[in-house]
């Protein structure tokens, strides 16, 4: 099944179960297992969190979620208009520095590296930005 399926709403904590919903069926009606729809969900859910909370700051916005496959990936892309930022860019969190020591939060992009098979960002030409999220449905995927 090659179908694109599309989803925008405001970028609120609230509509986060919605676009879990939405992530997991369009996910699942690709055909592919169990492990890659909870990678992807898990994934999309990090990444848009991270728009609302840090990109949005509690200002009115939207997010389109876009699930559709590529050959053998199930691709996600994420549009908003936040300020710029590029994830691909953070550096990794420091695993090795005890819990308490830790800033809080800054698991999320890790999260989405470690269960995504690629993660890429570009800013639109029309302003704005898009997170690109693969994840191979038939192999197994190497660690980044």
Same mark, same amino acid.
């Given at each position: 099944?090659?179908?694109?399926?599309?989803?925008?709403?405001? #970028? +609120?904590? +609230?509509? =986060? #179960?919605?676009?879990?919903?939405?992530?997991?069926?369009?996910?699942?009606? $690709? !055909?592919?297992?169990?492990?890659?729809?909870?990678?992807?969900? $898990?994934a999309?859910?990090?990444?848009?969190?991270?728009?609302?909370?840090? !990109?949005?700051?509690?200002?009115?916005?939207?997010?389109?979620? +876009?699930?559709?496959?590529?050959?053998t990936?199930?691709?996600?892309?994420?549009?908003?208009?936040? *300020?710029?930022?590029?994830?691909?860019? #953070?550096?990794?969190?420091? =695993? #090795?520095?005890? =819990?308490?020591?830790? *800033?809080?939060? !800054?698991?999320?992009?890790?999260?989405?590296?470690?269960t995504?098979? +690629?993660?890429?960002?570009? $800013?639109?030409?029309q !302003?704005?930005?898009?997170?690109?999220? &693969? &994840? %191979?449905?038939?192999?197994?995927?190497? %660690?980044?």
């Open positions: 099944m090659n179908a694109q399926r599309s989803l925008c709403l405001a #970028a +609120e904590l +609230e509509n =986060l #179960a919605t676009i879990r919903d939405f992530v997991r069926a369009s996910t699942a009606a $690709l !055909g592919v297992g169990p492990q890659v729809v909870y990678d992807v969900v $898990l999309v859910d990090e990444a848009v969190t991270n728009v609302i909370v840090h !990109g949005y700051r509690g200002r009115p916005g939207t997010i389109q979620v +876009e699930v559709t496959r590529e050959a990936d199930v691709v996600v892309r994420l549009r908003d208009r936040a *300020p710029p930022f590029d994830p691909t860019g #953070a550096p990794p969190p420091d =695993l #090795a520095r005890p =819990l308490e020591e830790r *800033p809080p939060g !800054g698991l999320g992009i890790y999260l989405m590296r470690q995504m098979d +690629e993660v890429a960002y570009r $800013l639109l030409p !302003g704005g930005n898009e997170l690109i999220l &693969k &994840k %191979k449905s038939s192999t197994t995927r190497s %660690k980044q």
